[in-house]
Structure formats: C-alpha cells, structure tokens
C-alpha cells in the first residue's frame, strides 16, 4: 500500500486519518505493517481477493451461458467464441 504521508497527500487528508485507517485494517487482519518497509495486505486476505474475483467471473459466465441457451448456441460454438474473444485480449 502507499506510505501513509503519501496516501494523505493523494487524497488530501490528514496524516492522522490514515494512519487510523491503517492501524484498523491491521488490528482486523487485513494488513501487515512493517516499520521503514511498508504496509501489505495480509497473504490471507489476498486469498480472499482471489475467491472473490473468481465468483465474480462465474457470475459473468452463468449470464453468458444462459443467454448463449437461450439464442440456440451449442457448448462448441461458446467455447469457440470465448477462445477467439480471449486471444484477442
């Protein structure tokens, strides 16, 4: 994350409010501070992040499923799709 001063000029607030905020999301466990290295978001929370995009994506994909069905697109035709749309990314 961004040193404290840093993120207090970016968002143009006191130092005091960031450092409150990052002493809460380290008393909650979702940082880990280390004194003249920085601050890190915690390696379980970044599991959490990881869990959360991923159902984020299925969601997505349940919809374009759905929608794919409902227009008459076979499995084949679908994957086809998404491998061209992904190559193309």
Do not use: C, W
């Given at each position: 994350?961004?040193s404290?001063?840093?993120?207090?000029?970016?968002?143009?607030?006191?130092?005091?409010?960031?450092?409150?905020?990052?002493?809460?999301?380290?008393?909650?466990?979702?940082?880990?501070?280390?004194?003249?290295?920085?601050?890190?978001?915690?390696?379980?929370?970044?599991?959490?992040?990881?869990?959360?995009?991923?159902?984020?994506?299925?969601?997505?994909?349940?919809?374009?499923?759905?929608?794919?069905?409902?227009?008459?697109?076979?499995k084949?035709?679908?994957?086809?799709?998404?491998?061209?749309?992904?190559?193309?990314?």
């Amino acid at each position: 994350l961004p040193s404290i001063r840093s993120f207090a000029n970016d968002l143009k607030v006191s130092v005091l409010t960031i450092r409150r905020v990052y002493e809460e999301l380290e008393k909650e466990g979702f940082v880990t501070s280390q004194v003249g290295i920085g601050t890190f978001v915690s390696a379980g929370n970044l599991d959490l992040l990881r869990d959360s995009k991923r159902r984020l994506v299925e969601e997505k994909m349940q919809d374009m499923i759905h929608t794919a069905k409902s227009l008459s697109i076979t499995k084949e035709e679908l994957m086809e799709m998404m491998d061209i749309l992904y190559e193309e990314e």
